[in-house]
C-alpha cells in the first residue's frame, strides 16, 4: 500500500533534549517535505527537499534541521527543541514536477514541556 | 499563487450533496484549482484538480466557471466522514516554488 509513514504519532520530551520524527515513504517519490499546523495559523511549511542531498528552507524553518540521504526518507531534528514548538507535524512526498498533488503522513503530535 | 477565498464553514444533512464554493478572482491562465480535505487531525488528503474542464473522480466533482474566477467542489452524497476542512488551493502545475500553501478553508460538518 502506498503510504507516508511518520514516528511517532504522540511525542512529549522536554526542552533542550534533542529528538528525531522520522517520515518514510515507499512511493519512490523526488519530492518530500515537513510541514507544522498550528491552531489560528493553518499548514506551514518548515522544509522541503526536491531530491536527494537537495533540502531548502520552508516558511518557518528556525529551530529545525533535516536530511535527505536517501530518497525514501526525509528525517526532522529538532537539536534544542522549545515549547513554542509543540505542534502537530506532518510530512508529505510527491512525485518530481508534481508538487501540487502530495500525499501527506498521519502526523506526529508533539508537546515539548 | 493566485488568493482563494473560501467560507469559514457550511452545513451539509447527510445524503445530500455538499456544494464548497471557492473565489479565485486573481487566477492566472496556467493556474490550476486544487482540493484537499482534512478530517480531524489527520493528514490532509488530495480530493481533485482541475484547469479549465469540469473534472470528476471516485471521491467528487470540480466544476469551474467560464472565466475561472471562481469554482465548486460538489460530494454528491455527503456522509458524516466527509465532515473535514476543505482546501482550495490555486498553483502553476509543476511549479518550481516546493511550497504548496493552505488557507483557512472551509469546515464541512455533516449532520445526520
Known amino acids: 500500500e502506498a503510504q507516508v509513514t511518520q514516528n511517532p504519532r504522540y511525542l512529549i520530551t522536554v526542552t533542550g533534549k534533542k529528538l528525531t520524527v522520522t517520515c518514510s515513504q515507499n512511493m519512490n517519490h523526488e519530492y518530500m517535505s515537513w510541514y507544522r499546523q498550528d491552531p489560528g495559523l493553518g499548514l506551514r511549511q518548515i522544509y522541503y527537499s526536491m531530491n536527494v542531498e537537495v533540502t531548502d528552507k520552508g516558511d518557518v524553518p528556525e529551530g529545525y534541521k533535516v536530511s535527505r540521504k536517501e530518497k525514501r526518507n526525509f528525517p526532522l531534528i529538532l537539536e534544542s527543541p522549545s515549547p513554542n514548538q509543540t505542534s502537530l507535524y506532518f510530512c508529505?512526498?510527491?512525485?518530481?514536477?508534481?508538487?501540487?498533488?502530495?500525499?501527506f503522513g498521519s502526523g506526529t503530535q508533539l508537546s515539548v514541556l | 499563487d493566485a488568493k482563494t477565498t473560501q467560507p469559514p464553514s457550511m452545513d451539509c444533512a447527510e445524503g445530500r450533496a455538499a456544494n464548497l464554493p471557492c473565489n479565485h478572482s486573481t487566477i492566472s491562465g496556467n493556474e490550476y484549482v486544487y482540493w484537499y480535505r482534512q478530517i480531524h487531525s489527520q493528514g490532509p488528503q488530495y480530493i481533485i484538480h482541475g484547469l479549465k474542464n469540469n473534472e470528476t473522480n471516485e471521491m467528487a466533482s470540480l466544476i469551474i466557471t467560464e472565466d475561472r474566477k471562481s469554482s465548486t467542489l460538489i460530494l454528491p452524497h455527503a456522509t458524516l466522514r466527509d465532515t473535514a476542512v476543505y482546501y482550495c488551493?490555486?498553483?502553476?502545475?509543476?511549479?518550481?516554488?516546493?511550497?504548496?500553501?493552505f488557507g483557512k478553508g472551509t469546515k464541512l460538518s455533516v449532520k445526520p
Open positions: 508529505a512526498s510527491s512525485a518530481q514536477g508534481w508538487v501540487e498533488k502530495l500525499f
Open positions: 488551493i490555486v498553483r502553476v502545475n509543476g511549479g518550481s516554488q516546493g511550497n504548496l500553501i
